[in-house]
């Protein structure tokens, strides 16, 4: 079974505290749809992340960004002669490429559209 879908070795996930944080951070809500505004996107501002996510409250998105931040996938540049700040992906951030390419393809296939 492992073969047929791909999988060679067999890997104890109980034991792996790396796969279970890149879920963790990448399930969280908001997350995924934050990091893809900015893959898309490029450096935002608060303000236009909000208006790319409606649905996420202010308060909320702070929170995802600030722990994005914490995890290094986000980085928060403040500009000192205004009141500018922009968000944008670390590398680390920008390596999930094709991890999102790869679900958008996935959910595409197996999940139909919500628009008809």
Known sequence: M???IGLRNPINYFLCPRF???F???GKKWNGLIIDVLLQEGALRFREVARQIPK???RVLVERLRELEEDGVVVRKEFPE?????YSLTEQGKELAPIMD???SWSEKWY?????
């Open 2 to 4: 492992r073969e047929s």
């Open 20 to 22: 279970e944080k890149t």
């Open 24 to 26: 963790s951070f990448l």
């Open 56 to 58: 996420c409250s202010d």
């Open 82 to 86: 205004s009141s500018l700040i922009e």
């Open 102 to 104: 790869a679900i958008h």
């Open 112 to 116: 139909p559209s919500d628009e008809s």
